[in-house]
């Protein structure tokens, strides 16, 4: 398997522009998470799927963001309308549920908003 | 909620040295713990992963230990190596919504 691919790996956008981020998690996975980063607050888990159900969205930040699975190999996280603010490494991470395996990250979209 | 919080937040040594990192959580009723590597401009890779039920898990010069009871981890790294220069980032699964909540990471340095 290839991992947990991400793309793009780099989005620039002007503030006020949809954003879309995407997430193919390992083959049979299913949990996955999608992670935001930053050096003022670290990793953040902004919410968390299991069998393509959103468990826990706590973590969205505001409206603008929303994410979506549509199938087992396939997940979005959309940014409308972007921020500076949303400058940030977001990760998305995949899994077995239960706690039973290692969660394997994506090598994360480098967003910046200007 | 669960909280994780890493010291040292930075560290330096000189090659060869044997070092631990350790890592705490507020909320002992966790699934397991896993540690992970992040070399700057990079995702995050696995390292080794604890089940509630264990007390350590070894991967080559890597040892980690687990203190559920006491809220408390550790990973011991022998004779450390330039190539092992990176943020070393704990992370627990815990909760009804089984979340993976990390800690702000070691920026660990190790002098040739």
């Known amino acids: 398997d290839a991992g947990v691919i991400q793309s793009p790996r780099h989005e620039v956008t002007e503030m006020g522009q949809e954003v879309t981020l995407r997430c193919k998690p390992i083959?049979?996975?299913?949990?996955l998470f999608w992670y935001r980063q930053t050096m003022m607050r670290g990793l953040e888990l902004l919410i968390y799927f299991n069998n393509n159900v959103p468990i826990d969205d706590s973590g969205m930040p505001e409206d603008r963001f929303s994410a979506k699975m549509p199938n087992a190999s396939f997940s979005t996280l959309k940014i409308q309308p972007s921020e500076p603010r949303d400058s940030a490494v977001y990760f998305c991470?995949?899994?077995?549920?239960?706690?039973?395996?290692?969660?394997?990250f994506g090598q994360g979209t480098r967003l910046t908003v200007v | 909620k669960q909280e994780v919080t890493q010291i040292p937040a930075a560290l330096s040594v000189p090659e060869g040295e044997n070092l631990v990192l350790n890592c705490s959580f507020t909320d002992s009723a966790i699934y397991n713990l896993q540690w992970f590597r992040q070399d700057p401009g990079k995702g995050l890779t696995s390292l080794l992963l604890i089940q509630s039920s264990q007390r350590e898990q070894t991967s080559g010069r890597l040892n980690a230990s687990l203190d559920k009871s006491s809220g408390r981890s550790t990973l011991y790294i022998a004779a450390s190596q330039p190539g092992d220069s990176a943020t070393y980032l704990c992370a627990v699964l815990s909760g009804s919504a089984r979340q993976l909540t990390f800690g702000s990471g070691t920026q660990l340095t190790v002098l040739p």
């Open positions: 991470a995949s899994s077995f549920p239960g706690g039973r395996t290692e969660a394997f």
């Open positions: 083959s049979g996975h299913n949990s």
